[in-house]
């Protein structure tokens, strides 16, 4: 099924075909938004007024925890040797 164009190259959109053609969009684009699945629901993070992660909350105190591990985890000997014989 050859589509017309018009002068510019654009397809004709006066044509049966690209009518047709744009209804099968239409199809599919439904078809797809009705099998996509239902996102994961995460845990809204408290803030505070400033903007800020809540560091009362248990998420909060669970982000505090994981970010001193890490500092810990930087600072110790062994990475400390490896950052001076790079």
Known sequence: ???KTTASGKMDKRTKE????????A?????KSK???P???TTKLKKTASGKVDKRT?????ICERLAKARKAKNSLFNR??????
């Open 39 to 41: 996102k994961k629901q």
């Open 18 to 25: 690209y009518k047709e053609l744009k209804e099968r969009l």
């Open 27 to 31: 199809k599919a684009r439904a078809a």
């Open 58 to 62: 248990k998420e909060g105190k669970a």
């Open 1 to 3: 099924m050859a589509v």
């Open 35 to 37: 099998s996509t699945t």
């Open 81 to 86: 040797l490896k950052r001076l014989f790079r």
